[in-house]
């Protein structure tokens, strides 16, 4: 017969609320991988000298025509606007930060827009290969640094009203009291209680990230010697991002 000891029920505590989170990692990982598994087959067997695969949209034009070329360059256009938008804002919110909000937030901004448009003039990457590189590492460096700094740190709470934490509970979990204490950090097994929609926009923006990667995936086969070894290393890569990610999980749930 067992004794529950605090020990253990906080082990239990930690693993209930993992295995969501590892499913959730594991489920996007295989479907992620087999969408660039169906691209590459697709691009194999569409590719040729008289119509190449650069894109989606010719991925388009040779299975229905013209107008769903058409279609998925629009639809393509439009997310790659979305995606470069989300991607000055959060960019700048975080200089804002590191420049202790000294700087104006609308040239933090404008800053990244600048590198990001002269980063666009490549048109090719067959000679920019240690730039794919070096994001990798900067990206694992990133991680790395953000799970020393959850470990040892408090959270952010001046830089809530920038977070989707003061909707969460109507803000209870990051309004301090009347002595100045804020609230310990709570997690959830599930989505947390927002009283609408918004709980699940953070699982929505995981879903699509977990896909966006794949509308280049014909640009990379177009530009690569061997397409045949796309597949190989794009199983690499995933495999690679899913360790790093579910570790990053593991490390920030046993923290909290």
């Not at 691009?43 to 991925?59: A, K, T, V």
């Not at 769903?68 to 790659?80: E, K, T, V």
């Not at 606007?81 to 700048?92: A, C, K, T």
């Amino acid at each position: 017969m067992g004794v529950s000891t605090p020990s253990n029920s906080l082990a239990s505590n930690i693993l209930r609320l993992r295995r969501p989170g590892i499913a959730l990692y594991t489920v996007f990982a295989g479907l992620a991988g087999y969408s660039g598994y169906l691209l590459w087959d697709i691009f194999l067997g569409l590719d040729s000298y008289q119509y190449p695969i650069r894109s989606f949209g010719d991925i388009g034009y040779r299975l229905y025509g013209p107008w769903m070329r058409y279609l998925f360059n629009f639809l393509q256009g439009i997310q790659l606007i979305l995606n470069v938008g989300l991607i000055v804002i959060s960019n700048g919110e975080a200089l804002s930060q590191a420049a202790k909000f000294k700087l104006c937030f609308i040239v933090c901004c404008l800053i990244w827009a600048l590198v990001g448009f002269f980063l666009g003039q490549i048109r090719t990457l067959q000679k920019f290969g240690w730039l794919a590189n070096a994001a990798v590492w900067i990206n694992l460096i990133c991680m790395f640094i953000t799970m020393g700094a959850a470990a040892h740190s408090a959270p952010n709470y001046a830089g809530v009203g920038q977070s989707a934490g003061a909707v969460i509970d109507n803000g209870v979990l990051v309004t301090p009291n009347a002595q100045g204490v804020f609230p310990p950090v709570q997690t959830s097994g599930g989505l947390p209680n927002t009283g609408g929609f918004v709980g699940s926009i953070t699982g929505a923006m995981q879903a699509i990230f977990a896909y966006g990667g794949s509308m280049i995936f014909p640009e990379f086969m177009a530009e690569m010697k061997r397409p045949r070894d796309f597949l190989k290393a794009m199983w690499c890569a995933q495999a690679f991002i899913y360790f790093w990610y579910v570790k990053m999980f593991q490390r920030r749930s046993a923290k909290n």
